[in-house]
């Protein structure tokens, strides 16, 4: 568990400046840009934490990708509520699908 917990605040400071990117995206207020931004820096302040400790970083690169995509996933359709067209759902789906058979 100690150490999978940078590997966790990683995903959620990735999610939440993802979240306030988003953010910026649709209401052009300068500030969320900031605020994404720090979140980002925070975020790559615990992957180097990551690099620093780890000895399976392979594994780990795996296992970030793939739940850092399934949760930008459930933010943009759950709380953006963004609609995909057939099209889209099936190249989420493929490249998700992707990332998981890197790993096998």
């Given at each position: 568990m100690k150490r999978a917990l940078p590997m966790m605040f990683l995903i959620i400071f990735e999610s939440i400046a993802d979240i306030f990117a988003k953010k910026r995206s649709e209401s052009q207020f300068f500030w969320y840009s900031v605020v994404a931004l720090w979140f980002y820096l925070i975020c790559n302040t615990f992957r180097l934490f990551a690099l620093k400790n780890w000895a399976w970083?392979?594994?780990w690169a795996i296992i970030f990708s793939v739940a850092s995509g399934v949760l930008a996933l459930a933010i943009w359709i759950f709380m953006f509520k963004e609609s995909f067209t057939p099209i889209q759902i099936v190249w989420v789906i493929l490249?998700?699908?992707?990332?998981?058979?890197?790993s096998i």
């Open positions: 970083l392979g594994r490249g998700l699908a992707s990332i998981i058979l890197v």
